[in-house]
């Protein structure tokens, strides 16, 4: 019903920045929430940032507050990371998901219903 892509992983140094783009499609209007997630080698996914698509409230880990954006064009209906300062702890795959028919839009996985394919984000030190 909802579909998600993203684009702009790569690799960079460290202390450099990179934008990921999350672009919907589909049933887009039933959209209450939009987030991304990561996961690092060997770990659990984890979550990044969150934005409501109604209010435009964001929500971030405290590992990235200060250095990540997340931020939306809803008459696009793409959802955006700007990562600055970037940390070679910041290596991994990106997700960007969708809460669809839910009131709560917080740093949740298991609220989040729809999933993208993820990009791999590599940072070099």
């Known amino acids: 019903q909802v579909q998600l892509v993203e684009s702009g992983g790569g690799s960079v140094q460290a202390g450099g920045s990179l934008r990921l783009s999350c672009a919907a499609s589909?049933?887009?209007?039933?959209?209450?929430?939009m987030g991304w997630f990561r996961q690092a080698p060997g770990k659990e996914r984890e979550g990044v940032a969150v934005?409501?698509?109604?209010?435009?409230?964001?929500y971030y880990a405290a590992s990235v507050k200060g250095r990540f954006t997340i931020s939306q064009d809803n008459a696009k209906n793409t959802v955006y990371l700007q990562m600055n300062v970037l940390k070679s702890e910041d290596t991994g795959i990106y997700y960007c998901?969708?809460?669809?028919?839910?009131?709560?839009?917080?740093?949740?996985?298991?609220?989040?219903?729809?999933w993208g394919q993820g990009t791999q984000v590599t940072v070099s030190s």
């Open positions: 998901a969708a809460v669809v028919g839910s009131l709560w839009c917080q740093i949740d996985q298991t609220l989040f219903n729809y």
């Open positions: 934005i409501s698509t109604r209010g435009g409230s964001t």
């Open positions: 589909g049933n887009t209007s039933r959209r209450n929430c």
